[in-house]
Each structure stands twice: as C-alpha cells, then as structure tokens.
C-alpha cells in the first residue's frame, strides 16, 4: 500500500493533469499531452522542465522517421510521488466522508 | 501532511486524475492494419488449402505462423495502437495478448467446422468460403474485442 504524501509540486491542476496522464503510460508524446491537454508548446515545456528538475519527469528526445520527438515518461520517484499524492486526495475526501457519517 | 486542502479540491484533483487514466485507456487497442492483415491471411491460408497440396499447405501454414510471430509481439499486448504512447501494463492489463492468441485459435476452429460444413453441402471451395466467413470476424469483431477491454478498464478505474 502507497504511503500518503502530499505533494505540492504535483498538485496544481495542469502539472496534475499531465502526471496524471504519464502515470497511465510507460511513455508519452509532447504532442499528445499538448493536445489532451489543450496547452500551448511554452506552457508544457515549462511544466514538464519543473517535474524534470524535480527528478519526476524524464524527457527522451528519440528520433523515427527522420523526425526528432519528445517523449516523456514518468520515473520511478515521480511515479511514487504521484501515488503518494493520491493517497493523500483520498485520505482528505475519505476522513471527510468520515466525519459525514459519523455525525449524521 | 497536506497544506489546507477543502475535501472538494481533493475531490476535483482526484477527477483530474481519473479523467487522465480513462484519457490513456482510450488508447488501449491493436492497429487496424493489424485485423486487416490477420483477415488477409486467413483468406490467403483458406484459398491455398483448396489448392489440395499437402506440401503448398504446410509450407503456407508455416509462413502465416511465423509472420504472425514476428508482428504480433509488437503490438498485441494492446498498449501501442498510436506511436504518441505506449499504455502501461497496468493499466492495459495483462491478458489482452491471451485474449486475442484465444481469439485466433477458437476462429480456427470455426473455420474447420464451417469448412467441413460448406464441404458436405457440396460447395467447391470450402475453405476459402470458411476463411471469409472468418475473415469478416475478424474485421468486425476484433475492434469490438478491443472496445470490450476498454469498457472493462474504464469499470474498473470507476
């Protein structure tokens, strides 16, 4: 079980969003977050350079078909942190839902 | 722990995180040039069988295997229907491959059974007639196999 951790690097809602979608995949195309997620190039870019500084986020630059992409894949500290940061989402909405019933 | 975090943040985080894994489930399937090709083949395998030599068969049936064997490790696990990802295991799961592999052998028993049908109704060229009916299977059910995957792993993301 994922011990909870809340993670302020992690929670604001776009850097989120694009864990959120790293985290369901081995690996990922700048160009398929940037869509997904309706951002412009700076805007991922700059995101995806925070989480890479953090050690989350590891940015490959491979090149098919003569063409260079970007991939980018969560590591395995990243993807603790992601997890430990749902945990704690879900300890929050949990003790809450607690102290609903307990006082209904 | 947490800075102060209401509960109804944790909540609209926590569906920011599930709108990102159905976003990637979405994305579980196997090419359809895959389903092509396996149809193609399947029609090619029944036609050549109707030729009636023995050798021409095992050779062909040899042939369809190992081509088989050399795509499909690629991409029947269902994670790598585009090249902008590849799903993780975890969520694609692990029987997608065993799902399709079962698929093929239970079709290749329809297509003997069907054959052995057409045959004893009298119609020349069984097995390329079988192989058809297969074929069509194949074309429209195995995209249907892959949508059932996906309505499994969005059920139990819920």
Redesign the interface.
């Known amino acids: 079980m994922t011990a ?3 993670d ?1 690097l992690i ?1 604001p ?1 776009t850097r ?2 694009i ?3 790293l ?7 700048f ?2 977050v940037r869509d ?1 997620l309706g951002l412009s190039d700076s805007a991922l870019s700059k995101q995806l350079s925070t989480l890479e500084q953090a050690g989350y986020v590891h940015i490959e630059r491979p090149v ?1 078909d003569h063409r260079r992409r970007v991939q980018a894949r969560l590591t395995p500290e990243g993807r603790a942190a992601f997890n430990g940061h ?1 945990a ?3 300890a ?2 949990g ?3 607690s102290e609903l019933l307990g006082g209904a | ?3 102060n ?3 109804l943040e ?2 609209a ?2 569906d ?6 159905l ?3 979405e ?1 579980i399937d196997l090419p359809a040039w895959y389903w092509w090709g396996l149809a193609l083949g399947w029609i090619a395998l029944g036609f050549i069988t109707d030729l009636q030599h023995a050798w021409l068969t095992a050779g062909a049936t040899l042939l369809f295997g190992a081509v088989h064997a050399s795509v499909a490790p690629r991409v029947i696990d269902g ?1 790598r229907r ?8 975890d ?1 694609a799961g692990h029987h997608i491959a065993r799902l399709v592999l079962g698929g093929i052998i239970a079709l290749a028993v329809v297509t003997i059974a069907v054959s052995l049908a057409v045959n004893a109704d009298g119609a020349g060229h069984p097995v390329t007639i079988a192989s058809c009916f297969v074929a069509v299977i194949i074309v429209l059910g195995g995209p249907q196999l892959l949508a059932t995957v996906r309505r499994r792993a969005r059920a139990a993301s819920a």
Do not use: Y
Not at chain 1, 23 to 29: E, T
Not at chain 2, 16 to 21: A, Y
């Open positions: 909870a951790r809340f302020e929670h809602s989120l969003s864990v959120a979608l985290a369901a995949a081995d690996w990922v195309d160009a398929f997904q098919s749902v704690a989402l879900r929050i909405v003790s809450a839902e | 722990m947490e800075r975090v209401t509960p944790a909540r985080a926590l920011t995180v599930e709108r990102g894994r976003r990637i489930i994305e994670r585009s090249r902008h990802l590849r799903v993780s295991a969520v």
